[in-house]
């Protein structure tokens, strides 16, 4: 009896679905509270309360979901994707998780560099990860800025991605990440 050639996966490994379904709320709940920190003087208090160990939380589970991306067997591309669109789509996963990983540790020593504490629960404090000097403090306060200006870009070209292909294009890519049941897949290689 001979072995059956293993095949490649048509989904991503349920760890990896776990994962990007309970972060995806994450960001984009930290982008919300990004926003409305700009906008609303009378909660800011409580948004920044929010907003700064879920940044941290980010940074955790962005940890968690690059080793385990190290550690898992990717689907193939659908056929329906181009040689370009396959590398757009491999550059924009780099670029997201550089985003998640740079941002909350920029915001992190930004905080640090003022002495501003990050409280995650209760009296529990992330310890420091810079000197405290505020030239450095203000200029990583602008690369917080310009790096949540970048994720929300790369975040919002992600999605409209995943809507083209799911709404536009109906080649059932959001199956790949999809927790629930999907209808039987079509072949990835080719009609």
Not at 87 to 107: D, F, K, M, N
Not at 150 to 159: D, E, S, Y
Not at 164 to 184: E, N, Q, Y
């Amino acid at each position: 009896m001979t072995a059956k050639p293993a095949t490649a996966p048509t989904r991503f490994a349920l760890p990896s679905r776990i994962l990007h379904w309970l972060m995806a709320p994450m960001v984009i709940g930290q982008l919300l509270i990004g926003l409305a920190m700009i906008a609303s003087l009378a909660l800011y208090p409580l948004l920044l309360a929010v907003h700064r160990p879920l940044g941290i939380l980010i940074l955790v589970f962005a940890v968690v979901r690059l080793a385990n991306r190290l550690t898992h067997r990717l689907p193939p591309f659908l056929a329906t994707m181009s040689t370009a669109e396959r590398r757009i789509a491999t550059w924009s996963e780099y670029l997201l998780y550089a985003l998640l990983l740079a941002q909350p540790l920029v915001g992190w020593a930004m905080l640090s560099a003022a002495r501003f504490p990050i409280t995650m629960v209760g009296t529990l404090r992330l310890p420091g990860i810079t000197p405290h000097n505020l030239d450095v403090y203000a200029v990583l306060r602008e690369v917080h800025g310009v790096l949540a200006l970048l994720l929300f870009l790369a975040f919002t070209a992600h999605v409209c991605a995943v809507v083209f292909h799911t709404v536009g294009l109906r080649d059932r890519l959001l199956d790949r990440m999809a927790l629930w049941p999907t209808k039987s897949e079509a072949p990835t290689d080719g009609i």
